[in-house]
């Protein structure tokens, strides 16, 4: 079932839209339910959808090998109601980058990805108001995933941890 024009304008990454493209991005959607536990997508799948949570708590999770083993590291944290998810759906090469995994009970609006960049593409003038919008989501997320990756390489008095441990 698709989500009506009104519920689309709430939302952060539709601002500058005109009603025409509300309308028509609008006609793509379907909704999407997740149980706790529950993924999403993987990481180094293509991405097929972009997604915006409506409720809930979403998260990103990278799989990386620690200690001779296997395992997923949640990347940031949850992601909850306005935040979208899978912005590779309109960012060459289209593939995610990081798994998604529903926290807790979860539902989404899906946007398919290849019938959304078809309509960004004949409407060049709104595509630029939605990339914008997406890029400023994008940055967000690397200022903390930098933040994030410091705390995991330096102490509290910002030493190396790695370089210790060599030594």
């Not at 309308?23 to 959808?49: I, K, R, Y």
């Not at 609006?109 to 890029?135: T, V």
Request: charged share 25%.
């Amino acid at each position: 079932n698709m989500v009506s024009p009104e519920v689309l304008r709430k939302y952060r990454l539709f601002a500058g839209q005109s009603n025409y493209m509300l309308e028509e991005m609008a006609m793509l959607t379907s909704e999407v339910e997740l149980e706790a536990g529950e993924w999403l997508f993987h990481e180094n799948e293509p991405a097929a959808h972009l997604y915006i949570v409506t409720e809930g708590a979403i998260s990103l999770c990278l799989y990386l090998y620690l200690n001779g083993s296997g395992q997923h590291i949640e990347s940031t944290s949850p992601l909850g109601p306005r935040e979208a998810i899978g912005w590779s759906a309109l960012v060459k090469p289209h593939i995610y980058t990081f798994g998604a995994r529903a926290e807790k009970k979860s539902r989404l609006i899906a946007f398919p990805a290849e019938p959304l960049r078809e309509l960004l593409d004949d409407n060049p003038g709104f595509g630029y108001y939605l990339l914008k919008n997406l890029a400023e989501v994008i940055g967000d997320r690397l200022t903390s995933k930098c933040v994030q990756l410091l705390s995991l390489v330096l102490d509290k008095k910002g030493e190396p941890i790695l370089s210790k441990s060599v030594r």
